[in-house]
């Protein structure tokens, strides 16, 4: 059962256009989301996150929008350039005692393209 | 450059012989996450040490160990590969805060099963 979804598997966009990437969750008691950006032959690296409390995180070019009652968070990249050409994770997170360590669950990403 | 470190980078082993696969990290983070990720699929949990403490995920299979002798290092052990392990074997590592579990991840060894 996948709490993380991302259901475009691949997305394309013109250099200098808008990219929204999108994803849906399950789990209302997330507290917290995170987007994560992989080129190859690398691991994924942090991008922007989102506290559950809020609906909007704006960092550059790079914003996320949380949609609670829909269960839905996507990432606005404006303008696109060929450098943002990678795979998109999202991921969510629940926050844990400080005896434990939290955990993230990943989608399974959106390969993005920026055409020129 | 504070980093997360995998060796090998691409590892090939025959069915069913052990292979142990490498991280360590330079960030001094008390949490190190080891992960499987499959071709188009999301990266998915295998285990994690908080400190000294082996965290186990319920649906790890047995085949599947960790050591952490010290905490810069981590290491994952497949006692007996399948060829359903040939996978991107992700590490990452953090601190335990409040704030988001932003994990910092090296660059993934990518196992091959003969």
């Known amino acids: 059962d996948q709490q993380v979804k991302q259901n475009s598997p691949s997305l394309s966009v013109q250099e200098g256009r808008i990219s929204i990437l999108n994803c849906d969750y399950t789990?209302?008691?997330?507290?917290?989301f995170l987007w994560y950006k992989k080129y190859p032959a690398e691991g994924p690296t942090f991008l922007i996150s989102i506290s559950s409390i809020k609906d909007k995180n704006e960092d550059g070019r790079f914003t996320v929008f949380l949609n609670k009652s829909a269960k839905h968070l996507s990432l606005h990249i404006v303008p696109s350039q060929p450098g943002d050409s990678a795979v998109y994770f999202c991921?969510?997170?629940?926050?844990?005692?400080?005896?434990?360590?939290?955990?993230?669950?990943f989608g399974s990403g959106t390969r993005l393209s920026i055409q020129p | 450059d504070a980093m997360v470190i995998q060796n090998p980078r691409y590892q090939v082993t025959q069915f069913g012989k052990p292979v142990t696969l490498s991280c360590s990290q330079t960030?001094?983070?008390?949490?190190m996450y080891w992960y499987q990720q499959k071709s188009s699929q999301a990266p998915k949990l295998l285990f994690h040490y908080y400190d000294k403490d082996f965290n186990n995920e319920a649906d790890t299979p047995d085949n599947f160990q960790s050591r952490r002798p010290n905490t810069s290092f981590c290491f994952l052990d497949i006692r007996s590969p399948g060829l359903g392990d040939a996978a991107m074997y992700l590490c990452?590592?953090?601190?335990?805060?409040?704030?988001?579990?932003?994990?910092?991840f090296g660059p993934g060894t990518r196992l091959t099963v003969l």
């Open positions: 789990n209302s008691m997330f507290d917290y």
């Open positions: 991921a969510a997170g629940l926050f844990a005692g400080y005896s434990n360590a939290s955990k993230i669950i």
């Open positions: 960030l001094n983070h008390n949490v």
């Open positions: 990452a590592t953090s601190r335990v805060t409040r704030a988001y579990n932003e994990q910092f």
